[in-house]
């Protein structure tokens, strides 16, 4: 009988701790987790209507229709993978989007880790389960440049206003039969859309 018990509570202690170790809030910084928790409504409403360069605005359409689908965001179902990217930039006065790239979603010990693995600006981190919510994942990670190596998000890394080497955080969602979308980084007018398709 003792011996059950103690078992029992060695096995409890064990999931409590599991449980704790992927608990992204734990980790990410205050501000990091207003990214993951970003409403997606008034995102819409930061998508600029017009640019002096129409190239410039060339994302803005497919933004609009990305963060309408993620409104209701469907059964993660199998993410796995390989995956097409497609970064989406917006900004207050343009919307722009870049040609495809290569991405992965590998599975790991609290989630998945994923990596866009081609193209000049790199991202890499792990998708964490969020309570209550098993439609999305909590991304944190970090950026980097061409072939610098991976990074992943660090809290102690200094905030630096531009795109190499930072740390970045959004969530992962399912938008269609095989197209998920990661927002990423949604502060002040700005943000990021990562359109996955295979």
Not at 59 to 73: D, F, I, S, V
Not at 156 to 163: K, L, M, V
Not at 179 to 188: H, K, M, P, R, S
């Amino acid at each position: 009988m003792l011996r059950a018990f103690l078992i029992t509570a060695l096995l409890l202690a064990a999931d409590a701790t599991a449980a704790e170790r992927c608990n992204w809030k734990a980790i990410a910084l205050p501000r990091h987790q207003a990214m993951v928790e970003a409403e997606v409504t008034p995102l819409l409403t930061r998508i600029p209507t017009q640019s002096d360069d129409p190239e410039y605005i060339s994302g803005a359409g497919l933004a609009r229709t990305l963060l309408a689908q993620a409104r209701k965001p469907q059964p993660l179902g199998r993410i796995e993978g390989d995956w097409r990217v497609c970064s989406i930039q917006v900004h207050a006065d343009f919307a722009y989007a870049y040609p495809t790239f290569k991405a992965r979603i590998d599975k790991a010990a609290c989630g998945y880790r994923f990596a866009k693995i081609s193209g000049s600006q790199r991202r890499s981190g792990f998708l964490w389960p969020i309570a209550g919510d098993v439609r999305q994942l909590a991304f944190l990670g970090a950026n980097t440049v061409n072939d610098d190596p991976p990074l992943d998000y660090d809290p102690r890394r200094p905030s630096i206003d531009g795109f190499e080497h930072t740390n970045s955080a959004g969530r992962l969602l399912r938008t269609g039969p095989n197209e998920l979308l990661l927002i990423l980084d949604a502060d002040g007018s700005r943000f990021e859309l990562y359109q996955l398709t295979r």
